[in-house]
């Protein structure tokens, strides 16, 4: 993890979106959103910025237990993200291809294992109610936290932060066709053991996550 925290801290310099006071956990953040990666983490960061308006400090892209724990431990209200490990695991390493897939599953799995005991300081959103509900899961921060959050986010808008939303028939063809692709590499490289670990805590977290 070591080599992807030194980026992180890069980027937070960088990238006009983010400001450096965002990269680690601290009493002065407003929201985080952290999960592992994959998990509609980009998507809701950058929506849930859109809903405000005053700028707001929103610790993100943490991709570490350890500073989403030490965040709600401090009080900032934490909205964790969820996906199926199968979906979540291909996307990271889509992205990363020098990560094998069988260390991102194993990942995955001690990263949930270590957020499960602190899930009551937080608001945990699945794939599907994230990408398609997130004013309502916005709604429900404000109603754990006692915030006062944006929730208005029009469906055009929306869109601007879902490329998938906005892809044309022929791109959604070819995104299945390179997902079955992925999908064999994921079964093919990785244990039926470490798979089910993972289903597992999937499946036990999923049962305690926001509900519309």
């Known amino acids: 993890m070591i080599p992807f ?28 959103i952290d999960g592992f990666p994959g998990s509609a983490n980009s998507f809701a960061t950058r929506a849930f910025r859109a809903m405000q308006e005053k700028k707001i400090l ?8 350890s ?12 909205l964790m993200t969820l996906r199926r490990p199968a979906d979540s ?37 699945d794939f599907p109610v994230t990408t398609k509900n997130l004013p309502e899961v916005v709604d429900g921060l404000n109603a754990k936290f006692g915030t006062s959050f944006g929730t208005q986010l029009s469906p055009d808008r929306m869109a601007e932060f879902e490329p998938r939303l906005q892809q044309t028939p022929a791109e959604r063809e070819e995104r299945e066709r390179q997902k079955l692709k992925i999908e064999e590499s994921y079964l093919r490289e990785t244990t039926a053991r470490r798979r089910g670990a993972a289903e597992a805590i999937y499946e036990r977290l999923a049962s305690r996550s926001f509900r519309v």
Request: net charge positive; hydrophobic share 40%.
């Open 5 to 32: 925290t030194w980026k992180r801290k890069r980027r937070f310099k960088v990238r006009p979106e983010s400001v450096p006071e965002e990269a680690r956990a601290s009493r002065h953040l407003d929201l985080v």
């Open 67 to 78: 500073e989403t724990i030490r965040s709600a431990g401090m009080g900032v209200p934490v």
């Open 58 to 65: 929103i610790g993100n892209h943490y991709h570490s237990p």
């Open 89 to 125: 695991v291909s996307s990271m390493v889509r992205r990363w291809p020098f990560v094998p897939y069988e260390s991102a599953l194993r990942w995955y799995v001690m990263f949930y294992e270590a957020i499960e005991p602190h899930l009551n300081r937080m608001i945990l959103s």
